[in-house]
């Protein structure tokens, strides 16, 4: 695709285009990695993705992980509200988002108290998944 025709195409094009490939993706990625799996449709420009993905995210149907540096899409896109949750596996990368209404609650609370106005909330929770605790298991108890 040539230059024109990516000039062309609406801002809900580029989000349409750049949320797929973050779903086909499935798993975090860097704005230049998603570049690359957007190449052959013609999107090369990092402002056009950042651009794309800053309204993903107000939309909620992305999320940027602080910790990775990375994005991913929303898998809960009834929550428009700016909250998230996530589970990083720090041994396979694996990454579960899941709701924690007390854990948002909870800070919500704190954040009306302090005075603070919450625009955005992400919890990222490090640690190792259900699959790489049991691989770990199984090599302690092996004595590896």
């Given at each position: 695709?040539?230059?024109?025709?990516?000039?062309?195409?609406?801002?809900?094009?580029?989000?349409?285009?750049?949320?797929?490939?973050?779903?086909?993706?499935?798993?975090?990625?860097?704005?230049?990695?998603?570049?690359?799996?957007?190449?052959?449709?013609?999107?090369?420009?990092?402002?056009?993705?950042?651009?794309?993905?800053?309204?993903?995210?107000?939309?909620?149907?992305?999320?940027?992980?602080?910790?990775?540096?990375?994005?991913?899409?929303?898998?809960?896109?009834?929550?428009?509200?700016?909250?998230?949750?996530?589970?990083?596996?720090?041994?396979?990368?694996?990454?579960?988002?899941?709701?924690?209404?007390?854990?948002?609650?909870?800070?919500?609370?704190?954040?009306?108290?302090?005075?603070?106005?919450?625009?955005?909330?992400?919890?990222?929770?490090?640690g190792q998944c259900r699959t790489?605790?049991?691989?770990?298991?199984?090599?302690?108890?092996?004595?590896?």
């Amino acid at each position: 695709m040539d230059k024109k025709t990516t000039k062309r195409r609406s801002a809900a094009d580029q989000d349409k285009i750049v949320v797929e490939a973050l779903r086909g993706v499935g798993r975090p990625v860097s704005a230049y990695e998603l570049i690359e799996e957007l190449r052959d449709k013609g999107v090369t420009a990092p402002p056009t993705v950042y651009r794309a993905l800053n309204r993903l995210i107000e939309d909620g149907l992305a999320h940027r992980l602080e910790s990775l540096n990375a994005f991913v899409a929303c898998n809960h896109p009834h929550h428009h509200t700016g909250k998230a949750v996530f589970a990083i596996c720090e041994a396979c990368g694996a990454v579960t988002e899941f709701d924690s209404e007390t854990a948002e609650r909870s800070l919500a609370q704190w954040a009306k108290r302090a005075g603070f106005a919450v625009r955005t909330m992400t919890l990222e929770l490090r640690g190792q998944c259900r699959t790489c605790c049991a691989v770990s298991a199984r090599s302690r108890s092996a004595g590896g």
